[in-house]
C-alpha cells in the first residue's frame, strides 16, 4: 500500500525567511510520480511540481525548489525568502504507474507572518 | 472551459436528504475524478471516470453515494440520505488522458455540511 506523511502539521515563519516542508512516502512500486500542490484559502488546488521515480534531479522554479531523495523516500519543498502570498495548505502525494488514485499527505499548513 | 467549475459551491442540507453536486471538467480531458477532504485532511480518492465509464469506484464510501458521467464530460456525484459524517468539502479534478504522469487540474470544491 501506498503512504504519504507529512509530519510538520503547521508552521509558522516571518517573510523572508526561508522554509522546508517535509514529505516522506512509501511504495513499493519502483515506476511512481510525486506531486506538490498548493491549497490557498480559496480552496482550490494548485499543481507545483511533478516528479518521476527515475529521475532525482533537484529542480528550482523561482523561490521554490524541490529535493528528491529515493534513498530517505523524500521529496521535500523549499521556499526562499517566503512571502505572504506564500501562506497556504501544501499537499505532498504519490500516485504509482499500475493505479489510477493519487495518495496525498495530510498537509501542511503554512502561515508566513508580515 | 478554462477550468474546472463546480457546483454548488456551498451547500447546506438535513440529515437524510438528497444532495447532487455537480461538476464541469476541462473541455476536452477525457478522464474525470471526485475526492472528499475533511476538515484537517488531505483529499481522499473517490472515483475515477474515463470517458463515460467509471473505471475505478473503489473510493467511494457506501452505496448512498453514486456518481455519472452520461456524455463524458459533466459528472454529477449524487449523496442518497446524508448523514452528519458526509459533511466535507468534494473535490473534482480533470486531467486530458488518464491517471499516472497526467496532472490533475482541481476545482475549487463544493463543501457539503449535513445539519
Known amino acids: 500500500a501506498q503512504k504519504v506523511t507529512q509530519a510538520q502539521t503547521e508552521i509558522s515563519v516571518v517573510e523572508k525567511e526561508d522554509v522546508t516542508l517535509d514529505c516522506v512516502y512509501e511504495t513499493r512500486d519502483t515506476t511512481y510520480y510525486l506531486f506538490w500542490y498548493k491549497q490557498p484559502p480559496s480552496g482550490e488546488l494548485v499543481f507545483l511540481i511533478r516528479r518521476n521515480s527515475f529521475d532525482e534531479q533537484n529542480e528550482i522554479s523561482g523561490r521554490y525548489s524541490w529535493n528528491f531523495q529515493k534513498s530517505t523516500s523524500s521529496f521535500n519543498f523549499t521556499i526562499t525568502a517566503s512571502q505572504v502570498v506564500d501562506s497556504a495548505v501544501y499537499f505532498c502525494?504519490?500516485?504509482?504507474?499500475?493505479?489510477?488514485?493519487?495518495?496525498f499527505g495530510k498537509g501542511t499548513r503554512l502561515h508566513i507572518l508580515p | 472551459g478554462a477550468g474546472v467549475s463546480q457546483t454548488p459551491s456551498n451547500k447546506v442540507t438535513e440529515k437524510g436528504k438528497y444532495v447532487e453536486l455537480r461538476c464541469d471538467p476541462i473541455s476536452g480531458h477525457t478522464a474525470l475524478y471526485w475526492y472528499r477532504q475533511s476538515l484537517g485532511q488531505g483529499p481522499e480518492f473517490l472515483i475515477y471516470f474515463q470517458g463515460t465509464g467509471a473505471a475505478d469506484d473503489s473510493g467511494l464510501p457506501n452505496d448512498r453515494f453514486f456518481a455519472v458521467r452520461p456524455e463524458g464530460s459533466v459528472s454529477t456525484l449524487k449523496i442518497q440520505r446524508t448523514e452528519r459524517g458526509d459533511s466535507a468539502v468534494y473535490l473534482c479534478?480533470?486531467?486530458?488522458?488518464?491517471?499516472?504522469?497526467?496532472?490533475?487540474?482541481f476545482g475549487a470544491g463544493s463543501r457539503l455540511t449535513v445539519l
Open positions: 502525494a504519490l500516485i504509482v504507474n499500475r493505479d489510477d488514485k493519487i495518495i
Open positions: 479534478a480533470s486531467s486530458k488522458s488518464g491517471p499516472g504522469a497526467n496532472v490533475l487540474t
